[in-house]
């Protein structure tokens, strides 16, 4: 039994809300429906509050004294959009909040499910599949429409998915949002900077996203995190403990001292193995500049987390350029990994700096998962599949 909320919008499809309304309450979920005018010129709003023995919510001003879109967006597990049509799936997209609906949508911080429905037209317009795809990139399950008839008369994409689908992907989200209830999980990301003097420094382009959507998806999951995040200009999840460093060797003393107890602690970061001997303490000049930089190694974290056995499951992540596995694996036993995940940053479109990425997970265990290429809130996603059936595995198999 979980506690709902149901956003019906203004297409002809809100009719096959009802009855999927009728089901989640069936199946003994609690169900807060929120209409927009559009959705009311379909469907009476009387027909939901028989459903559900509650009130249907149809107006900000409807219950002012309760705030309702935030007191609905905390108290829900999960928020369907069902149907969602171009106009909230684009407002959505945006960040527009003019309606009720809408404002919840922005305010939660549950999973979103949303079903669109539309003519096939407006859904295969470039505009509608680039909002789909930037709610993909932010975690919303998109259950994807159906080709069949349409109202217009027309056989095309755009049918409201069946309610099968619709409730298959509402359970999903909703498993995932216990899966690391009461666990602990640390997550390192972004790059360091090694310091030349107070204006340069050794870095790299890494920008710790793909760390940062692994730390929101923990957190989604239920689990308590604390992410090491080096300086980047992306934003860390809300939810998450985020200690902030510059240099490798914070990042190292950061880690270390939050590792102890760590159910699952994966080093994303791409952290400098090399710092300059000497640090400047003002601007080194041109004309007074060494011809070379004398350097020495950092240390390094993954492998004293091993070493030392200061967490229960350990990954690391390879970032490379050729035989990538073989380096994987190789950086998996010598630094006593219960398993990794590698990435091409090669491929043009994916790795450092970039919405998508590639990865492959390798586990102690022998086993090689591919989660292929997808937007990196996607990938966080099959990462933490992924890692699920690796822990089992470990459990499983002789230390």
Known sequence: MARLVLGVAGGIAAYKAVALCSTLVQRGDDVDVVMTDGAQRFIGALTFAALTHRPVLTSLWDAPETIPHIALAR????????????????????????????????????PI????????????????????????????A???????????????????????AILAALDAVLGRTSSLRGQRVLVTA??????????????NASTGTMGIEIAREAHARGARVDLVLGPTLVAPPPGVRCVRVTTAQEMFDAAIALAPGADVAIATAAVSDFRPVVAHAHKVKKDA??????????PDILATLGERKLVKFLVGFAAETRDLEAYALEKLRSKQLDAIAVNDVSVEGTGF?????????????????????APKAELAIRFWDALARARVASTEAPL
Request: net charge negative; glycine share 8%; aromatic share 2%.
């Open 75 to 110: 108290s829900a597990e999960a928020m369907l959009l069902v149907p969602a049509t171009a106009n909230v799936i684009a407002k959505l997209a945006l960040g527009i909040a003019d309606d009720l609906l809408l404002n919840i949508a922005l305010a939660t911080r549950r």
């Open 113 to 140: 499910v949303i079903a669109p429905a539309m003519n096939a037209a407006m859904y295969d317009h470039p505009a509608t599949q680039g909002h789909l795809r930037t709610l993909a990139e932010r975690g919303v």
């Open 142 to 164: 998109i259950v994807a429409p159906e080709t069949g008839f349409l109202a217009e008369r027309e056989v095309g994409v755009g049918r409201l998915a069946a309610p099968e």
């Open 190 to 203: 972004g790059p360091t900077r090694e310091p030349i003097d107070p204006v340069r420094f050794l870095s």
């Open 289 to 298: 500049a060494p011809a070379s930089l004398e350097l020495e190694r950092t």
């Open 353 to 373: 700096g970039t919405g998508e990425n590639t990865l492959v997970v390798l586990a102690r265990d022998g086993t090689r998962t591919d989660l292929g290429r």
